[in-house]
């Protein structure tokens, strides 16, 4: 089984940066993709961005491609999303996902089987 991690969330003005990690542990080689979600309260999960195990492929919602950039450390088996130029509106819980076969669709909340536990980024103005 596969477990996830996030940590790295905090509280930050408009304008900064944070980095956010996801580290996974158990069959790691089991993963096929990983992927960033957010949520506010009352609303739905939406999809951050996502990167491919097998060759580190990279995909982005098109509003956040530019400040938002997601890297992966295939040796300690950790996700990275580094958050530039934040501001109050990605005020959100930031949630990391692993898919475990192929398939499914990366920008899809229901196409991933683990799921971290969440960690909240507050942007003030």
């Known amino acids: 089984q596969v477990q996830l991690v996030e940590s790295g969330g905090g509280s930050v003005q408009a304008g900064g940066s944070l980095r956010l990690s996801c580290a996974a542990s158990?069959?790691?080689?089991?993963?096929?993709?990983e992927g960033w979600f957010r949520q506010v309260p009352g609303n739905e999960r939406a999809w951050v961005g996502g990167i491919f195990t097998l060759d580190d492929d990279t995909y982005y919602a098109d509003s956040l491609r530019g400040p938002f950039t997601i890297s992966r450390d295939n040796v300690k088996n950790i996700m990275y999303l580094q958050m530039n130029n934040l501001k109050p509106e990605d005020t959100a819980m930031y949630y990391c996902?692993?898919?475990?076969?192929?398939?499914?669709?990366?920008?899809?909340?229901?196409?991933?089987?683990?799921w971290g536990q969440g960690t909240q980024v507050t942007v003030s103005s």
């Open positions: 996902a692993a898919r475990l076969s192929n398939g499914g669709t990366l920008y899809l909340p229901t196409s991933y089987n683990i």
């Open positions: 158990g069959d790691t080689s089991s993963i096929k993709y």
